[in-house]
């Protein structure tokens, strides 16, 4: 595939930083965003095509500057990878309004403000891909992190619709939705009861299958949604469809997960 640039978000750890890696392994221009400027530099100042932004998601105007920053050195994003998300647990009815400006500020707003911004100069140029990272959260409302299955219920939306609104400018807009992987959020769910349903599958993912499937066949094909693994999807838009049958088997899921805590597939 010909060289493209890729502006990645969250790209100092987990999810962000493999594909970061794997964008400047195979050859890709990268720009790497994130607001830990510390771990980013660390992370990929010595790393040639690799290019570091500072960079907070959940303000309009960091966005905007970045962009025209980088579209005053001639760098004209062809790939925008929108990773940076936070999740926080809890159950409705305790939830911390402080939490709920997080996720969503982080999670949705920053999404929406990044494929704003760079949209634009896409819309010109009548071509681009942006890339959401959404979940299998997107499918499954589940209890105990209501919060985060809200945003990237919020996200499958925008991102489906934004499709629609790209696609006669040559953009197309792609929602890629991972089940649980093996990073740093994973581990914050570890030994937390509201957290179970993340374990209650056969196992964790890691960030290169993540950015393996971003890079590869989402990349190549542009569709509309893409999640992994396959199981979990069939079984997400069957949950969609019958929300009653879902909460049905949530105890069942929460007891399984439970157990999946300290289980080797999700170490």
Same mark, same amino acid.
């Given at each position: 595939m010909?060289a493209?640039?890729m502006?990645?978000?969250?790209?100092?750890?987990?999810?962000?930083?493999a594909?970061?890696?794997?964008?400047?392994?195979?050859g890709?221009r990268?720009?790497?965003a994130?607001?830990?400027t510390?771990?980013?530099?660390?992370?990929w100042s010595?790393?040639?095509?690799?290019?570091c932004e500072?960079?907070?998601v959940?303000?309009?105007?960091?966005?905007? @500057?970045l962009?025209?920053?980088l579209e005053?050195?001639?760098v004209?994003?062809? !790939?925008?990878v929108? +990773?940076? &998300?936070?999740?926080?647990?809890g159950?409705?009815?305790?939830l911390?309004?402080?939490?709920v400006d997080?996720?969503?500020?982080v999670n949705?707003?920053?999404?929406?403000?990044g494929?704003?911004?760079?949209?634009?100069?896409?819309?010109?140029?009548?071509?681009g891909?942006?890339?959401?990272l959404?979940?299998i959260?997107?499918l499954y409302?589940?209890?105990g992190?209501?919060?985060?299955a809200?945003?990237?219920?919020?996200i499958?939306?925008?991102?489906?619709?934004a499709a629609?609104d790209?696609?006669?400018?040559?953009i197309?807009v792609t929602?890629?939705?991972?089940?649980?992987?093996?990073?740093a959020?994973?581990e914050l769910?570890?030994?937390?009861?509201d957290a @179970?349903?993340?374990?209650?599958?056969k196992?964790a993912?890691?960030?290169?299958? !993540?950015?393996a499937? +971003?890079? &590869?066949?989402?990349?190549?094909?542009?569709p509309?949604e893409?999640?992994?693994?396959?199981r979990?999807?069939v079984?997400g838009k069957?949950?969609?469809?019958?929300?009653r049958?879902f909460?049905?088997?949530?105890e069942?899921a929460?007891k399984r997960?439970?157990?999946?805590?300290?289980?080797k597939?999700?170490r």
């Amino acid at each position: 595939m010909q060289a493209q640039t890729m502006l990645i978000t969250g790209a100092a750890n987990g999810i962000g930083a493999a594909v970061t890696a794997l964008a400047a392994s195979r050859g890709h221009r990268v720009v790497a965003a994130d607001r830990d400027t510390a771990a980013l530099d660390a992370r990929w100042s010595a790393t040639p095509d690799v290019r570091c932004e500072t960079l907070d998601v959940t303000h309009a105007g960091e966005w905007s @500057a970045l962009v025209a920053k980088l579209e005053g050195d001639g760098v004209l994003p062809d !790939v925008l990878v929108n +990773i940076a &998300g936070v999740l926080r647990s809890g159950q409705t009815g305790v939830l911390d309004p402080r939490d709920v400006d997080l996720i969503i500020d982080v999670n949705v707003k920053g999404m929406i403000f990044g494929a704003n911004a760079v949209a634009a100069g896409m819309r010109q140029r009548r071509r681009g891909h942006i890339i959401n990272l959404g979940s299998i959260a997107s499918l499954y409302p589940t209890p105990g992190t209501p919060l985060y299955a809200t945003s990237k219920f919020a996200i499958r939306g925008f991102s489906i619709a934004a499709a629609g609104d790209l696609r006669p400018y040559g953009i197309a807009v792609t929602l890629v939705g991972p089940g649980p992987v093996k990073t740093a959020m994973l581990e914050l769910q570890r030994n937390d009861p509201d957290a @179970a349903l993340t374990f209650s599958g056969k196992r964790a993912l890691t960030p290169e299958e !993540v950015a393996a499937a +971003i890079l &590869g066949p989402v990349l190549d094909k542009r569709p509309v949604e893409y999640f992994l693994p396959f199981r979990d999807e069939v079984l997400g838009k069957i949950s969609n469809v019958f929300p009653r049958f879902f909460l049905s088997q949530v105890e069942a899921a929460r007891k399984r997960g439970k157990k999946n805590f300290t289980h080797k597939n999700y170490r």
